[in-house]
């Protein structure tokens, strides 16, 4: 009786530790901006590069977030376009493997009830967590088909103000540019809800901010309309608009202070892809809005792919890390901080960076592949306009283009503006990424570029373009 008793107590004991350490299961928040560029905060994302910040662009709650967490410097979105790069957040793999490459996609080839994303995997690590997101949803399948619990609808540009007539760079006044202050306040609803259930959460606030059309409130537009300019490119609507979205992280940063949340969630700042190079409404893709880094959305040079990241959380020291990260290592983060335990049931392209968090900002990412990739088979007239693929490796980023296999490759540590190619000074370098990146490309099945095709609107299977 007494063995048994004993028996008893224990098993008590540990099931009540399961539930105590379910219950302290950590919050995530990730708040997604939409076209914000590496160098379009006041964050100076990288120490050795004072121009990766904005002297014109005044964003102080970003900075109040990087105050309290990591910045990295060498953070990347997954494709230099926003359909592709939320794809691959969503279910932590490349948009090469996903064949989501472009906006305006036919997706009847994506498997959307795929158990594995963040919202699903979450639940299977603890059924207590509920999942929600707001704002610029732009993926083919309603949030819940992805396991998101709440959620404000099947959302894309359109439900932000945008219009593609030319009009979208006129400036623009709103009390609620963009949404910001209603999304943070539906976000600030949910935080509260589920403070007071006692349930913890995984959010994304999908920001339709800074995408065009260029809405800001007035006052915010006439401070920067008064404001000493330091380059071209400055312009006081899109720092309006800018500081605006900032006043919406603030809203959220200052709830989770007041909520006494910060303790125990994780909160992660990134973009979509890189600014447009075209803001003001003319061509700078020498030097763009994104300088010091070349180009911009559309293509994977690395002002399309660059952007702002920042991970603040317990335990996570304020400092710059200089290792490459990308949006499709949030999955693979993100289970590893809720249960280092857990592994996906399929193989996924992201790799986690919970190490890098917590070693001072050094480490390695271990991933299935060794390379960062990025694949934009298909012309665009308004950016490179030649069909290419990428690799970055360490410093070395390689660039192929599609329609006759030209090569370039750059050291980024010395190099970010990507202005000197180094290819046929390091033909040994160039030739294995090169052969790293078609073997990727080969091993997924891979869309391949076809000349005159632009990958919108058709059944990829009827084409039969793979690698």
């Known amino acids: 009786m007494k063995n048994f008793l004993f028996f008893f107590i224990s098993l008590s004991f540990l099931f ?16 997604l901006s939409d076209d914000q560029g590496w160098s379009g905060t006041s964050v100076q994302m990288s120490n050795d590069i004072n121009s990766s910040k904005s002297n014109y662009f005044e964003t102080p709650n970003l900075k109040r977030l990087s105050s309290n967490g990591m910045r990295f410097s060498r953070g990347y979105s997954a494709a230099p376009v926003c359909t592709p790069s ?56 309603d949030p819940n088909i992805l396991g998101y619990d709440i959620h404000d609808g099947k959302n894309g540009n359109k439900e932000g103000k945008f219009v593609n007539d030319k009009s979208q760079w006129i400036n623009e006044f709103s009390e609620d540019p963009k949404n910001i202050y209603s999304l943070s306040n539906k976000a600030i609803d949910f935080i509260e809800k589920q403070n007071n259930s006692g349930n913890p959460f995984y959010l994304q606030i999908s920001h339709y901010a800074v995408h065009t059309n260029i809405v800001s409130k007035e006052e915010t537009y006439n ?13 006081p609507g899109f720092a309006a608009m800018n500081e605006n979205l900032d006043e919406g992280v603030g809203m959220i940063l200052d709830k989770l202070q007041d909520l006494n949340l910060l ?27 994104n300088y010091p ?33 990308i949006g499709y290592d949030l999955l693979p983060t993100i289970i590893d901080l809720a249960d280092p335990k857990f592994i996906p049931s399929e193989n996924i392209d992201g790799g986690s960076f919970k190490n890098i968090l917590f070693s001072k900002g050094n480490g ?18 308004i950016a490179l306009n030649r069909a290419h693929s990428s690799i970055i490796q360490n410093n070395f980023k390689l660039i192929k283009y599609r329609d006759n296999n030209e090569i370039n490759l750059f050291d980024l540590d010395l190099d970010v503006s990507e202005e000197i190619d180094i290819s046929n000074l390091k033909p040994e370098i160039s030739s294995s990424l090169e052969i790293l ?30 690698y």
């Open 16 to 31: 009540n530790s399961c539930i105590q350490n379910k219950t302290n299961s950590p919050n995530f928040i990730l708040i």
């Open 86 to 141: 939320r794809y691959s957040i969503q279910f932590g793999k490349t948009p090469a493997r996903l064949n989501m490459i472009r906006v305006g996609m036919n997706t009847s080839h994506i498997d959307h009830k795929n158990p594995n994303t963040i919202p699903k995997i979450l639940k299977k690590i603890n059924p207590k967590y509920v999942t929600a997101h707001f704002g610029k949803w732009h993926i083919d399948v």
């Open 223 to 235: 401070k920067y309309q008064n404001k000493k300019k330091s380059l071209v490119t400055d312009n």
């Open 263 to 289: 303790e125990n969630t994780y909160i992660i700042y990134t973009s979509d892809n890189g600014s447009v190079p075209t803001i003001p409404a003319r061509r700078f893709y020498k030097n763009s809005i």
């Open 293 to 325: 880094l070349s180009r911009g959305k559309w293509d994977a040079m690395e002002g399309g792919i660059r952007v702002p990241f920042i991970v603040s959380g317990p335990g996570i020291e304020a400092l710059e890390s200089k290792v490459p990260v």
């Open 364 to 381: 390695v990412v271990n991933r299935n592949y060794n390379g960062l990739i990025f694949h934009v088979p298909y012309e665009n007239k």
């Open 437 to 466: 990146l078609d073997n990727y490309l080969k091993e997924v099945k891979s869309i391949k570029w076809k000349e005159g095709l632009n990958w919108k609107n058709v059944d990829i299977n009827e084409i039969n373009s793979f």
